[in-house]
């Protein structure tokens, strides 16, 4: 099933508006081009509306966030909702400042999402109100485990529900809900935290997953993580002893663009809950 | 002759200032380094100026253009004409956004081009005022063909003898033209199209050529064309069967880095209409 | 000695606040990564405060700067001080323009940093006023080479005694003092000129040695910057022929990443002075 999704990602080839930090944005382009879709970039309040009209989705995400871009992502937010196009949110940091929690309140408010993806403590700080966030990565506290994943998958549920949304939580064990059902997913390997972006890699690409299978969201977003985390693990094997987290990253990168319908459909590890 | 021009570029070593897009402007700095030139990137109003003062040329590209960098590319240009330092304009994404087309049109008023690098679709809207632009990317409608090349040639003269300047259109087949002359070259790979910003590169490594070689405008700019096109053949050779579009990118700037007049005198691929 | 600060910023996982260009940022921040801190970018005056609050340790890098940027290198300066975290500035392009050059000073006045690190042509701006700086790049005439090198390490304590700070010269020497006692260093490559962002990869990376050893400053900078030259002698041994600046690029954020304490205790090349 999840390699349909994959599939019609490759032959969508959907063009993606992302308003995103300057941090990754390099890698964002190039992973959304691996998959066989376009990137397009554009946070400029003047101008994202027009870019919006000519994409099939919109993906935020809020690292390096100033004044202009969040009136960019309100404007391009609302021109998607009023197009039906898809939108992500990739709540970076929130839980870290004052102004990364309330922009991401805001938009949820303003604009209706599609997905919100994020690791625990971003998602948590949105649900919950906490703020245990520990700069742009996940507080080890938070983190999902074996131990404690019935309550997290049920976390996840309440949360899209309440959202009405497909919730997207990564980590070491990622987990991909809607109110019903969820996806459990163990792909990928813990030494992508040690890349900068790759999160932010999967939100342009789950973007253009979505745009590619409008009508299986769920399967769609989790498709996307089993995509990355198993692109983590095939660019693991490639590299050698001297090679470090940036020939890493480009591996990542080699692997989304190189994958196989085949090896995707032997590598991705999930179950269903 | 054309290697003449890569010559001195590399004797020259031509300081560049570039406005240029948050999303490839890293890859533009290596790639202009890799030729022997050198990069400097501002765009605050307040201090372009003083920048371009100490520069040889500029390279404007206007993709994720805002208010702030608008203003910044008007007083550069501006200052560029008065210096009679070399100007290139990338009208990324023109025929994409009323905001692009116009700062574009602007900008061609306002501040005189020594070259206009684009892809077919954005040179048209600016030439034509049609808008067919998608995205980033050209149209597959436009594409300049082996059947419609003549066509083409001629266009791109007109344009450029409209225009007082070089026009490069670059795609599966590139165009340099100048009122008079047009070089049609065949170097390159279809699997450039999946990296982000070879076209970037490209206008960033065009300026340095172009500083370098001040009395041969239209060989200096077929010069870099080639140079470009013809490292996306030797990057590509050099893949392995699990490599990808991400170490594509860095072979490509290798190769920039690593040619050799020889290679270049043997790998350009062009003939003069 | 040094490679018990190396051992410290390993353990210690700091949390590095950058506000720094948009051209070399990825770098910075998987250069982070690769010695085991973390980062995080912000510069938008409203968020700067709380993301300070959160990290401990400030960058702050010139590049690119705008109007922006500046209020908020201002006000994260100020918290990062009245915190008490450690602070480095990084004055690229000082002496290239007014405003970088007066951003820089005014920069000096407001805020304490615990050490400025740059490259000689910019030190020698902001200590003596004048102003050779050739783009981002040092002026060769300014050098520190073995014949001027006593009269460079007197002018680095002179400099660094004014400043009661850490100053850190880097280039094919680089050197590391405080009033009494310098470090001069003569690891790394002169390919690494040919790649953007080193330096800036440097100051992130130092800010993180910084954090890690509160109580040895001018070690933690030595540290730092033999740390950075050797991954370039590391990196640069792993090319093939065929690679160039791109992919040395990788292969010394790789070196950071990997390099065990006993390859930098055989490598690292430094006297006191």
Known sequence: MLE???ENV??????????????????VANAILAIGASPIMSDEPEDVEDIQTICQGLNINIGT???QSIEGMKRAGKKANELGHVVLLDPVGAGASHLR?????????????DVIRGNISEIKTL??????????????ADAVTEENLDTMVTFAKHFAASQDCVIAITGAID???NANTCYVIRNGKPQMGQITGTGCQLSGIMTAFLAANPDTPLEACAAAVCDMGLAGEIGYSHLAAYEGNSTYRNRIIDALNQMTTMQFKEGAKYEIK
């Open 4 to 6: 349909t999704c994959l």
């Open 10 to 27: 490759r032959n969508h080839g959907a063009l993606v508006h992302n308003i995103t930090n300057y941090v990754t944005v390099n890698d």
């Open 65 to 67: 966030l100033n004044q």
């Open 101 to 113: 929690t309330q922009t991401a309140l805001d938009l949820m408010k303003m604009i209706h999402f």
């Open 127 to 140: 649900a919950l109100g906490t703020s245990t966030t520990q700069g742009v990565d996940a507080n080890a």
């Open 175 to 177: 987990l991909v809900a």
